[in-house]
């Protein structure tokens, strides 16, 4: 939304200083006299200069509302901004500090070029020092020299890369939630600089992705609670579910670092490994603990969990993609599984590797019908199912992070 209004803001304003670009074109083609000439030459060299800046401006823009939307943590999108600052203003050090709501002390998320005492130790309040003034007052401060500027706190300037220092403010919905800072190389003449400009709508467009990321992050949480709760519902029914669902989770989280794996794949990946048996919420509850071979009408109860676990997750938007490796956890690489036999990549990849350790953790675990199995002997079932029940690749990468 405000990305949208900057946006439209400055198309518009493009837009007039093109025709008045245009109106000087004509005039000149009408003038007469030599000097009405050069006045009109010297205008038309400001307004090309305008709209050269504008043009800037409108492509940081765009280029920066293009990356911020992939961007999935907050410190990675502060990573992203102080980089961007320091490149705007050929900055050697920069920082971006967010206020801590509780302590409202300013805290650096995210720097470059700082030595690690400065990032460690800078804290200052609201109101103190240069960001702290920043941040109460939501206006940029530059400052030529930090070393004689009584309101800088390090008085040495040692671990900043020039003297001079410059502070945006990062506002949101008039709220300052924090500030960026950099220490441009390049004189700064006035505060109309368009660099400033560029940064302080930059730095605006990343106070509010901060806040949206925040928000989701909230979201993301009770979703999540609530994703416990529902393995916790399983457990009621089956005392073994709910542990073994916690060591699934995090061994989705370390096979899929172990390949590589992005984090929007890896957490969809993460959730699955957590609940992927909450179908058996649907199971009768002596099926589910017999101490003895099951007949094989309750092994088609049993088989059902995949479905009605993919059932009970496909409605929630938000786990909505993690509904199909749900259903496909009981497939076999060779196509052998349940429910659908699909086979290879034809499984999605986090119902293979759901598949690899919710096998190895039942393998290891006391069942009521069996004892459990030593893990160097469900590491060869593992090798040995290998390419047949599950996918190499997957096992290899799961060997590799298993202790
Ligand atoms: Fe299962």
Redesign the pocket.
Known sequence: MVMDKTFLILTIIFLVVAFMVLYLLLKNRKSSSSGELEETKKQLHSYMSKVDDLMFTLNSIHEFSLQVTGIASREDLAKYIVDLACKLFDAGTGSVMLINPKTSELEIVASKGLPAEITSSAKPKLGEGIAGKVAETGKPIFVEDITTDPRFNNKTGNGYSSKSFLSVPMTVKDHVIGVVNVTPRKKIETYEDKSIRLLSILADQSAFALENLRLYGNLEKFYMDMVEILAKTVDVKDSYTYDHAERARTHARKICKQLNLPEGITKPIEYAALI??IG?IGIEHQILEKPGNLTPEERKSVEQ??AIGSNIIKPVVFLSSIAPIILY??EWYNGRGYPEKLQGEEIPLGARIVAVI?AYDAMVSDRPYRKAMAKEKAIEELKRYSGVQFDTEVVNAFLQVLE
């Open positions: 992927h048996d058996k969990h995949p956890h009981q919710d």
